[in-house]
């Protein structure tokens, strides 16, 4: 009973903390950030429309940083929004560039649904994949492994057709998703 009287009130400290951050980040940025939406830039009402389930990554840029990425045009801050499509192509082209099995058998990004993947010997779940696959920088990288699963047979792992092994360093920041 006191392990849960003590854990129950870090466990709130925790988590009001980790959303005071986005809503600390979010009130620096100035009445109207530049916006793009998968590398284009576009305005806050079209992102505003998106489906939050087809959203893999949402980066916030404080005016400070977008200034020295923009220029001018950054003075009120940037927000940058990527699509799971455009995320699952670039990861995509990254993993073909990096594993010649996986551009193999893997021969375009709709293909993607065949492949589980283990990042440091954790199952990423489907639904965020893809937003962690991008948040490894390719400095981070050990090592790509394709595994046919007909060829594997893990415990508590049950993949599609086909196992991507990651090995890498921890990426500094974690997607918002």
């Known amino acids: 009973m006191r392990k849960v009287i003590l854990i129950l009130p870090l466990l709130i400290l925790f988590f009001s903390g980790s959303s005071q951050k986005r809503d600390k980040v979010w009130r620096k940025l100035k009445g109207h950030p530049v916006c793009f939406l998968d ?18 990554v949402v980066s916030i840029v404080v005016p400070k940083k977008a200034r020295r990425l923009l220029g001018a045009k950054g003075n009120e801050g940037a927000l940058y929004v990527m699509t799971l499509q455009a ?21 375009n ?28 920088r390719d400095r981070e990288v050990k090592s790509i492994d394709l595994i046919d699963k007909e060829k594997l047979m893990v415990d508590n792992v049950h993949p599609r057709r086909y ?5 890498a360093r921890k990426p500094k920041w974690k997607p918002l998703n």
């Not at 990042?119 to 962690?132: F, P, W, Y």
């Open 87 to 107: 995320a699952r192509l670039a990861n995509w082209k990254y993993f073909t560039s990096r594993c010649q099995d996986y551009a193999e058998v893997i021969t």
């Open 39 to 56: 590398s284009v830039q576009t305005d806050f009402t079209s992102i505003r429309s998106l489906d939050p389930m087809r959203i893999a």
């Open 109 to 136: 990004p709709e293909a993607d649904t065949l492949v589980t993947y283990i990042l440091n010997g954790v199952v990423l779940e489907e639904a965020k994949a893809t937003g962690e696959l991008l948040a490894i």
């Open 163 to 167: 196992i991507v092994a990651i090995k």
